[in-house]
């Protein structure tokens, strides 16, 4: 199985700041990458696929970047509602889940 | 609009067994892959294994292959998820969620809560 691995596992910002989420993958993956947002009781909601593509409906704040085995999930200017954890997943080979990185508004 | 219904809450004791079921509308239920999301109680997401309703294929994660099955009955546009030999580690939220061309999961089921108690 390909292994995720993202960072950090938590993360504490003020409204307004950019914030950098990075998953890895175990081998390359080409851009066969999504990322969701999961809030406490909720199923997830996908933010971006195909590594860069924003869903349709999902705020322009939210931006994706990488190739390969690197990747990056990029808040640019935090909101409130943005307090969730985030997970990416890769879709090379069946499916794989990195472990969340939660992010807290300070 | 697409909707992925599970059925309810389930409690079991170790060792036995738990059928969820995962009842699409809003499309053609041959269209689209089926896959199971596990979520263990305060931990991430799990990924279980995935269906094609068309093809008769299914896959499983390593970890759950051999103790997981995944099923389908398309007259009733239904997938099903099925563990064995349940253990406490088991208790968690079980999703299914469609698998979209884009390679995304989408849309998701509401989510079952599985109990693994004595």
């Known amino acids: 199985d390909i292994q995720m691995t993202q960072s950090p596992s938590t993360l504490s910002a003020s409204v307004g700041d950019r914030v950098t989420i990075t998953c890895r993958a175990s081998?390359?993956?080409?851009?066969?990458l999504a990322w969701y947002q999961q809030k406490p009781g909720k199923a997830p909601k996908v933010l971006i696929y195909?590594?860069?593509s924003l869903e349709s409906g999902v705020p322009l704040r939210f931006s994706g970047s990488g190739s390969g085995t690197e990747f990056t999930l990029t808040i640019s200017s935090l909101q409130p509602d943005d307090s969730a954890t985030y997970y990416c997943q890769q879709y090379k080979s069946y499916r794989t889940f990195g472990q969340g990185t939660k992010v807290e508004i300070k | 609009q697409v909707q992925l219904v599970q059925s309810g809450a389930e409690v079991k004791k170790p060792g036995a067994s738990v059928k969820v079921s995962c009842k699409a509308s809003g499309y053609t239920f041959t269209t689209y892959d089926i896959n199971w999301v596990r979520q263990a109680t305060g931990q991430g997401l799990e990924w279980m294994g995935w269906?094609?309703?068309?093809?008769?294929?299914?896959g499983y994660a390593q970890k759950f292959q051999g103790r997981v099955t995944i099923t389908w009955d398309t007259s009733i546009s239904t997938a099903y998820m099925e563990m064995s030999s349940l253990r406490s580690e088991d208790t968690g939220m079980y999703y299914c969620?469609?698998?979209?061309?884009?390679?995304?999961?989408?849309?998701w089921g509401q989510g079952t809560l599985v109990t693994v108690s004595s």
């Open positions: 269906m094609n309703p068309i093809s008769g294929d299914a």
């Open positions: 081998q390359s993956i080409s851009s066969r």
């Open positions: 969620a469609r698998w979209e061309e884009t390679g995304d999961l989408k849309y």
């Open positions: 195909k590594a860069s």
